[in-house]
């Protein structure tokens, strides 16, 4: 079955709003058979040619906001990194499962932790484009309960092309629209709506990464990937919308 590429109609009414720019997806295979013991209960590993994907994705998250209420003024933007697998439950819904995101800022690590159950650390990351080169790089490294940066890190560095990518492999890494996730008790689904993603090809430049593998997936950082896309330089972003999560 391919993902279709554009969002479905969320089915309430918006509770959070962000927009994401500056993302790079970096895939690897992995054995289904891996994957299945990470996920929520009622959500079995979703495959694409015979394989689960797992993921590492940076990108820069700005505007935040609780709906109705305007964008958080003193939040700014941010970066965040998440390492995620993906999911299908029994009614069909194919979404994300994250097993780790890292983000900047304290608030919103907080407030989605409490919203949806996310598994978010707080880290120190940094971000540097090269707009004539169309290079994007990021750098994380997660902090202690006192805000020392301590733990695992992932330094992660990509070209961005010039060639457009939509392919049922695309879809399938990127066009998700939610995400399961274990919380109070309870296997939840939150469902969001943007718009497409502008992909490209990207050429990985640098990769230094312990996150893929504090999130269960040890030594798989170390080899190639066997997908890289990331969306275009200049690119200003779109708004993701984020219905309430609700039991499955």
Do not use: C, K
């Given at each position: 079955?391919?993902?279709?590429?554009?969002?479905?109609?969320?089915?309430?009414?918006?509770?959070?709003?962000?927009?994401?720019?500056?993302?790079?997806?970096?895939?690897?295979r992995v054995?289904?058979?891996?994957?299945?013991?990470?996920?929520?209960?009622?959500?079995?590993?979703?495959?694409?040619?015979?394989?689960?994907?797992?993921?590492?994705?940076?990108?820069?998250?700005?505007?935040?906001?609780?709906?109705?209420?305007?964008?958080?003024?003193?939040?700014?933007?941010?970066?965040?990194?998440n390492?995620?697998?993906?999911?299908?439950?029994?009614?069909?819904?194919r979404?994300?499962?994250f097993r780790?995101?890292?983000?900047?800022?304290?608030?919103?690590?907080?407030?989605?932790?409490?919203?949806?159950?996310?598994?978010?650390?707080?880290?120190?990351?940094?971000?540097?484009?090269?707009?004539?080169?169309?290079?994007?790089a990021?750098?994380?490294?997660?902090?202690?309960?006192?805000g020392?940066?301590?733990?695992?890190?992932?330094?992660?560095a990509?070209?961005?092309?010039?060639?457009?990518?939509?392919?049922?492999?695309?879809?399938?890494?990127?066009?998700?629209?939610?995400?399961?996730?274990?919380?109070?008790?309870?296997?939840r689904?939150?469902?969001?709506?943007?718009?497409?993603?502008?992909?490209?090809?990207?050429?990985?430049?640098?990769?230094?990464?312990e996150?893929?593998?504090?999130?269960?997936?040890?030594?798989?950082?170390?080899?190639?990937?066997?997908?890289?896309?990331?969306?275009?330089?200049?690119?200003?972003?779109?708004?993701?919308?984020?219905?309430?999560?609700?039991?499955?």
């Open positions: 079955m391919t993902i279709p590429a554009h969002a479905p109609v969320l089915p309430a009414r918006s509770v959070l709003s962000q927009v994401w720019s500056h993302a790079v997806f970096v895939h690897w054995d289904p058979a891996d994957v299945a013991p990470l996920l929520p209960p009622g959500v079995r590993p979703d495959v694409f040619d015979g394989s689960a994907w797992v993921g590492l994705v940076p990108f820069v998250l700005s505007r935040f906001r609780f709906l109705p209420l305007p964008a958080v003024p003193w939040l700014g933007t941010f970066a965040e990194i390492v995620r697998t993906y999911g299908v439950d029994a009614a069909g819904r979404g994300v499962v780790t995101l890292e983000a900047e800022h304290l608030p919103p690590v907080l407030a989605a932790r409490a919203l949806f159950g996310l598994p978010y650390r707080w880290a120190s990351i940094g971000l540097r484009t090269d707009a004539a080169a169309s290079v994007v990021f750098r994380s490294r997660r902090r202690d309960a006192r020392r940066p301590r733990g695992p890190g992932a330094r992660i990509v070209r961005v092309g010039d060639e457009v990518v939509d392919s049922d492999l695309s879809r399938f890494l990127t066009a998700r629209w939610g995400f399961h996730e274990r919380h109070l008790g309870a296997t689904w939150a469902q969001n709506s943007h718009e497409e993603w502008p992909l490209r090809t990207a050429e990985l430049l640098e990769l230094d990464d996150l893929v593998a504090d999130a269960g997936f040890p030594g798989l950082a170390a080899r190639s990937p066997d997908s890289v896309l990331a969306m275009p330089a200049g690119h200003p972003g779109f708004v993701t919308r984020f219905a309430r999560a609700r039991r499955i």
